[in-house]
């Protein structure tokens, strides 16, 4: 069985699907593996513009998978400590890679989002929810730590500390409703996986290093030493465009003549 499959419903987003339904799509390595390497390959696709995310059946991701978590790549030989290591590393690596994607990848979380699979959530650059999503940081509830693939940092990002930390120290149930009205989610929608492909439709109709360098200073803004720091990065960003391309005049233009702007990125 394929655990992943990537579409194209539309030529220039990639849709890609977690598909072990009968576990709701939990993070066994048969399935995350094949998981980073299909961002990997759709990230050197340069016609590819957008990434959408979701998983088949009624839930997205439900974490840890506590009773068939295959084996991670590459461990021959390792004792139990060092096995260990190299299995949480190779499941951290894939909200890295879904960070330094140049393409935006948007979460259509269709049901549970558990543990590690409310991080993959959060590892993606936007979040639409079904009417069915709900998100639980589950390791608390399980008699660990609920601090896991990067969620003690980008869970207070999105929503803040404060909620962060009820979510995490509580281990509770957060429904879609409840998730956009903290930001967890940007909105609730009844075809969740249509509105996230329209999404990204929407986006590749921009300029491709506009699109990127946008990705790029949102996630260095959550780092920026300061505000100053950061409009020199945006402003670099900004002149570069303005200087090496005719997107500017191009957008000008169609407005003036009611038109789609074509953005040719050069000039």
Do not use: W
Not at 163 to 189: F, Y
Not at 226 to 248: C, H, K, P, V, W
């Amino acid at each position: 069985m394929n655990f992943v499959l990537v579409e194209r419903p539309v030529p220039e987003v990639a849709l890609v699907t977690l598909n072990r339904p009968e576990r709701m799509n939990a993070m066994a390595f048969d399935v995350m593996v094949p998981f980073r390497d299909e961002l990997v390959e759709l990230g050197h696709d340069n016609s590819i513009r957008a990434i959408v995310v979701t998983g088949a059946g009624t839930g997205f991701c439900s974490g840890a998978d506590q009773e068939s978590a295959g084996t991670p790549p590459y461990v021959e030989g390792l004792t139990r400590p060092t096995y260990a290591l190299r299995s949480m590393e190779m499941l951290e690596d894939i909200t890295l890679t879904l960070r330094r994607l140049h393409q935006p990848v948007i979460a259509a979380v269709n049901g549970a989002a558990i543990g590690g699979g409310l991080c993959l959530a959060l590892g993606c650059d936007i979040r639409l929810a079904g009417p069915d999503a709900y998100f639980r940081a589950a390791g608390i509830n399980n008699g660990l730590t609920a601090s896991e693939l990067g969620l003690s940092y980008l869970l207070p990002r999105a929503i803040g500390s404060s909620r962060a930390a009820e979510i995490m120290l509580t281990g509770r149930d957060v429904r879609a409703e409840e998730a956009a009205s903290i930001g967890l989610v940007s909105r609730v929608c009844g075809d969740v996986v249509a509105e996230a492909v329209e999404m990204g439709q929407r986006i590749a109709s921009f300029s491709q290093p506009g699109v990127e360098l946008t990705k790029r200073t949102l996630i260095s803004g959550l780092d920026a030493s300061s505000l100053e720091a950061q409009m020199q990065a945006e402003g670099l960003g900004q002149l570069y465009l303005r200087i090496l391309t005719d997107n500017f005049e191009e957008a000008t233009l169609a407005r003036k003549e009611g038109r789609p702007a074509k953005f040719s990125d050069t000039r």
